[in-house]
C-alpha cells in the first residue's frame, strides 16, 4: 500500500510542481519517447537474467504491494514451534523426530503453524539442519558451518531480483540521453522547418531525459532497494532458526534454545521475554 501511496505521491508532486509553472502536463505525453526508454530496458533485463529471475523480479516487486510476511507474530509462531520440537526431542527422543522432519506438511507439530510452511525456504533449512542433527557424529562447529554455508547460498539467491532490478534502474537514465539524442537527430532533420517546430522536436526529445532520471530515482531504484530490505528480513528469518537449532544441538534445553533464536531477532520484530513464554505455554 505503502508502495502505491510513494508512486502517486512522485508523480503528484512532479505535475503538480510543473503545472505551478505554467506548464502543459500534454505536452509531457510524448508515446515514442515512452516506449523507446521503456521497451529498451525491460530489453536489456530480458538481456541480462535468466527467465527464472525475470519471474523473480516480478513477483518481488509485486509482494512490495502487501505487508511484510515476517512480523513479530510470525517469529512468535516461529519460536512456538521450534520450543515444541525441541521439547518433543528431549521427551521422546531424536529420532522420533524423523517423522517430523521427513513430511512436515502433515507433522501433528509443523503443520500446525502455517506462516512458517508458506515460506519453503525455512522449511527446507529447518528440515535439512534436523536430518543432519539426527545422523549424529556432527559437531556443533561444524552444523554451524554446514548452516553458513546454506545461508548464504540463500542470502544470494534472494538478493538476485533485487540486484538485476537496481541495474535496470542505473540504466534508465543512460536509456534517456539515448531516446534524447535520437529526438536531437529529429531535430537536426526538421531544422529548415522554423524554430516552432525545432522547439516541438526539443521538447519532445528532452522528455526522454526527463522520464528516464524519474523512472531511475523515483519508481525502481526505490522498488529495488524496497526488495532488498525484504529479501535481509527474510535472511533473519533464517537466522533466528539457525541460533535456535545451533543450541540445541549443543544439548541446551528447549527454553534457552529457543531464547538465543528470540535474542536474533532484529528489535523491530523481537516479542519479549514475557511475551515468548506466554506464548510458548499456551
Not at 96 to 110: D, G, M, T
Request: glycine letters at 8%; a negative charge; one cysteine or more.
Amino acid at each position: 500500500m505503502f508502495v502505491l501511496i510513494g508512486v502517486g505521491l512522485v508523480f503528484v508532486a512532479l505535475l503538480s510542481g510543473y503545472m505551478m509553472s505554467c506548464g502543459n502536463p500534454l505536452t509531457l505525453f510524448v508515446p515514442a519517447e515512452y516506449w523507446i526508454i521503456i521497451g529498451a530496458a525491460m530489453g536489456s533485463m530480458l538481456i541480462a537474467n535468466p527467465l527464472p529471475t525475470v519471474k523473480k523480479i516480478i513477483s518481488g516487486a509485486l509482494a512490495t504491494l502487501k505487508p511484510p510476511k515476517v512480523n513479530k507474530q510470525a517469529y512468535l509462531d516461529l519460536l512456538k514451534m521450534m520450543y515444541e520440537l525441541f521439547q518433543f526431542a528431549k521427551r521422546e527422543g531424536l529420532i522420533a523426530l524423523e517423522q517430523h522432519v521427513e513430511n512436515p506438511e502433515s507433522s501433528s507439530i509443523i503443520s500446525k503453524y502455517p506462516t512458517f510452511l508458506a515460506n519453503h525456504h525455512a522449511v527446507e533449512f529447518l528440515c535439512d539442519t534436523l536430518k543432519v542433527v539426527l545422523s549424529g557424529g556432527v559437531p556443533a562447529h561444524d552444523l554451524e558451518e554446514l548452516m553458513d554455508l546454506d545461508l548464504e547460498a540463500l542470502h544470494e539467491e534472494e538478493h538476485q531480483p533485487a540486484a538485476s532490478l537496481q541495474v535496470v534502474a542505473d540504466a534508465f537514465p543512460g536509456l534517456g540521453i539515448v531516446a534524447a539524442v535520437l529526438g536531437i537527430i529529429i531535430t537536426m532533420g526538421s531544422i529548415n522547418q522554423g524554430a516552432e517546430a525545432v522547439g516541438h522536436h526539443v521538447g519532445s526529445a528532452l522528455v526522454g531525459t526527463f522520464l528516464g532520471v524519474l523512472m531511475s530515482y523515483g519508481v525502481f531504484g526505490p522498488i529495488a532497494s524496497l526488495m532488498g530490505r525484504m529479501a535481509s528480513i527474510e535472511g533473519k528469518y533464517l537466522i533466528c532458526i539457525k541460533a535456535s537449532l545451533l543450541s540445541f544441538a549443543k544439548g541446551a534445553p528447549a527454553t534457552v534454545a529457543v531464547e538465543y533464536g528470540r535474542r536474533s531477532i532484529d528489535p523491530e520484530n523481537r516479542p519479549s521475554f514475557k511475551e515468548t513464554e506466554e506464548n510458548i505455554k499456551k
